[in-house]
């Protein structure tokens, strides 16, 4: 049903965990299945230096979730705001339809994670 990249970043993902002194924080819940995730950035100059997830989710919800941090890793905030879901999932080789739902997890929250910090300090997003 899954893709090798799929299993890869579910059974190896990446920068999985939390920043406690993150500058941005974005959540998401799929509210038909009741999982969740959440993005932690710092940033420096414009760029994402660093990024961790914590998902509670299912396979697909790990895999994008982990590879959505791999892409936002050292862009700006404006090429972080321009990634969407359907680019993650590319990324992953594609889901099977009925997980594609899951993929739409990361993107809304890393954008919010920018925007969460573009807040704090004060330019508005
Ligand atoms: Fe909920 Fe996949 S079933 S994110």
Redesign the pocket.
Known sequence: MYGERVLDHFLNPRNAGIIPDADGVGQVG?P????Y?RIFIKVKDNRIEDIKFQ?F?????IA?SSMLTEMAKGKTLEEALAITDEDVAGALGGLPDF?L?????GATALHKAVKDYLRRKGDGG
Not at 101 to 105: A, E, M, P, R, Y
Request: with cysteine; proline share 5%; charged share 20%.
């Open positions: 799929d038909r299945c009741g999982d995730l998902v989710g299912c396979p697909a919800a994008t997980k739902h899951c993929s739409n997890l």
